[in-house]
């Protein structure tokens, strides 16, 4: 192996490689190509890197370490070229500096120097995923099969460093209402718009009871409608578009069912697969984000978690308010923060299993 991996060279160049998501293919190449160069077998899933043995079926607990390579597509806000990455003093600025390269490549260096002090305590895996963006079918729900049962997985977001132990699902609903045409001037038909209406007023005012102690109650807000052909025409259909934000108290399928119980809308949800998540107070993640000193939260964002069926947490350099959006960027400093404190976290997360093995069987 090689002594270091240089993570402020190694970002740069995958910055000035466009990869926006379903477009990957060049940028995880160049990934390939370096993560072998320095070492490691890699098996290519799609646009996936995955490294490390999933199949090691010795005993150790199996830990992932996950960011993504892909960006969204950069706003119109850019003053540069958001594919040209500039260094400005302490900064690095270019599409996708923030969320998540500046996660990859700390994780890879991380990965790189703990691996070998940890094996003989817990397997652990590296992936850099693709379509994170876009929740795509051929991002990391394609690797999920080829990786077995995981106890813990560290998704790399920008959170400060801060770990993420929850996280917000989301659900997208259509609604369909039915009515009666009719002529407008005559009052005939049943007008699906006043039907809409009631159910639109029926969802605002939904109650949740129950509490979460990382994530803020569940929302369901109507963003979109659409009815009627004509100024003289009552409508007879009227569609709704429903943006539902679940938590670890109410999931996808509960919301649903509660959402239906007041609508007369058929109400079909586009998916219920981005689901919320919250991390066991006695998962011996949380153990060891106590003795790292560091300060979980929960957050209202989205990222793999919501795909990942394992305890997972979120954590990684940069501020979610930088991504998405023009001149984004990630401090150097930030850069040698995220090594040294991912370091530090699968220091402690090796020392509570040394001390206590059985703290890996969930």
């Known amino acids: 192996m090689s002594k270091g991996v240089p993570y402020t060279d190694l970002l740069l160049e995958m910055l000035s490689i466009p990869a926006t998501s379903r477009k990957e293919q060049i940028r995880s190449d160049f990934l390939e190509s370096n993560l072998k160069g320095i070492g490691f077998g ?4 799609h646009n996936n890197l995955l490294v490390g043995d999933a199949n090691a079926g010795d005993g150790r607990p199996q830990i992932l370490l996950n960011s993504h390579m892909d960006t969204v597509s950069p706003v119109e806000g850019w003053n540069r070229d958001p594919f040209v990455p500039q260094v400005q003093g302490e900064k690095i600025v270019g599409l996708g500096s923030n969320d998540a390269g500046a996660s990859v490549v700390t994780m890879i260096a991380a990965y790189q120097k703990m691996q070998p002090k940890v094996e003989k305590v817990l397997n652990m895996m590296l992936l850099i995923s693709a379509e ?3 929740s795509g079918a051929n991002g990391i729900s394609a690797v999920l099969p080829y990786l077995g049962d995981l106890d813990a997985v560290i998704v790399g977001e920008p959170t400060g460093m801060c770990p ?3 996280e917000r699902g989301l ?4 609604g369909v209402v039915s009515g009666r045409a009719g002529h407008a001037a005559r009052n005939e038909g049943e007008n699906a718009i006043i039907k809409a209406m009631k159910d639109i007023q029926s969802i605002a005012g939904l109650e949740f009871r129950d509490l979460s102690v990382w994530l803020p109650r569940p929302g369901a807000q109507v963003t979109m409608i659409e009815a009627g052909t004509g100024h003289n025409v009552v409508p007879d259909v009227c569609r709704y578009v429903v ?3 679940s938590n670890d108290m109410y999931g996808n399928e509960a919301l649903l069912e509660k ?3 007041v609508c007369v809308a058929n109400l079909i949800p586009r998916s219920t697969r981005l689901k919320p998540s919250s991390l066991e107070e006695d998962h011996f993640i949380m153990e ?3 003795s790292s000193g560091f300060i979980p939260f929960g957050s209202s964002t989205l990222s793999d978690m919501a795909l990942i069926p394992f305890p997972a947490v979120k954590m990684g350099p940069g501020e979610s308010a930088r991504s998405h959006t023009a001149g984004e960027y990630i401090l150097t400093s930030e850069l040698d923060d995220g090594v040294a404190l991912y370091c530090r976290f699968l220091e402690s997360i090796k020392e509570i299993l040394v001390n206590n093995p059985l703290s890996g069987e969930q």
Not at 171 to 174: A, F, Y
């Open 42 to 45: 890699v098996k290519r899933i």
């Open 132 to 134: 994170e963006e876009v």
């Open 164 to 166: 993420a132990v929850a």
């Open 171 to 174: 659900m997208v609903l259509d």
């Open 243 to 245: 943006d539902v934000r």
């Open 259 to 261: 959402i239906r119980s």
């Open 288 to 290: 060891a984000i106590k």
